[in-house]
T-cell receptor
């Protein structure tokens, strides 16, 4: 079953703008991961943040985690048309090793 | 090799057919997963194999039968499926399934698009 909720469900922006997606979850976690999925394809792991970390960067990606609010955000800077995809957050709980709980996802469209 | 491969890419089958989906990875991962994904929905976990043993079955109907012949291969045998079983079936693998505090970063295959008529 799902664990997280992404917000917004859909986001449409112009190339060069920043895109921010949020994820909330309900229980304590071991880590939180963001995945990207192009239409009808497999998921690609983007970035992972552990429960004792607050912020992480990878290229144009910035992830924050607020465990007190049980929320995370994914920021994509200087977006490109190729960033158009669905983005999912997934949490790993300490008590259920190996089982990821996916949120509903945000569909990002970047217009050239 | 950091790739998970799945065959076939597309499959159309009738409700009386028997077919199999195949998944392969050569990353030395000891955990492998089957997910089902409907359009515009997140992946739903079906099965988890850890060290070639079935460790999680998410109450999946018996018309889906998983098999893990060795640490690199994962099959999903299909029999007497229903039209509502039409979906994208994703295979994934990960390295740190059983280690407490492990990351469980999962590597996904491209999926098999299944249509049941």
């Amino acid at each position: 079953s799902q664990q997280g909720e992404e917000d917004p469900q859909a986001l449409s922006i112009q190339e060069g703008e920043n895109a921010t997606m949020n994820c909330s979850y309900k229980t304590s976690i071991n880590n939180l991961q963001w995945y990207r999925q192009n239409s009808g394809r497999g998921l690609v792991h983007l970035i992972l943040i552990r429960s004792n970390e607050r912020e992480k960067h990878s290229g144009r990606l910035r992830v924050t985690l607020d465990t007190s609010k049980k929320s995370s955000s994914l920021l994509i800077t200087a977006s490109r048309a190729a960033d158009t995809a669905s983005y999912f957050c997934a949490t790993l709980r300490g008590s259920t090793l190996g089982r990821l709980y996916f949120g509903r996802g945000t569909q990002l469209t970047v217009w050239p | 090799d950091t790739e998970v491969t799945q065959t076939p890419k597309h499959l159309v089958m009738g409700m009386t057919n028997k077919k199999s989906l195949k998944c392969e990875q050569h990353m030395g991962h000891r955990a492998m997963y089957w997910y089902k994904q409907k359009a515009k929905k997140p992946p739903e976990l079906m099965f988890v194999y850890s060290y070639e043993k079935l460790s999680i079955n998410e109450s999946v109907p018996s018309r889906f039968s998983p098999e893990c012949p060795n640490s690199s291969l994962l099959n999903l045998h299909l029999h007497a499926l229903q039209p509502e079983d039409s979906a994208l079936y994703l295979c994934a693998s990960s390295q740190e399934r059983l280690l407490a505090g492990g990351n469980n970063e999962q590597f996904f295959g491209p999926g098999t698009r299944l249509t049941v008529l």
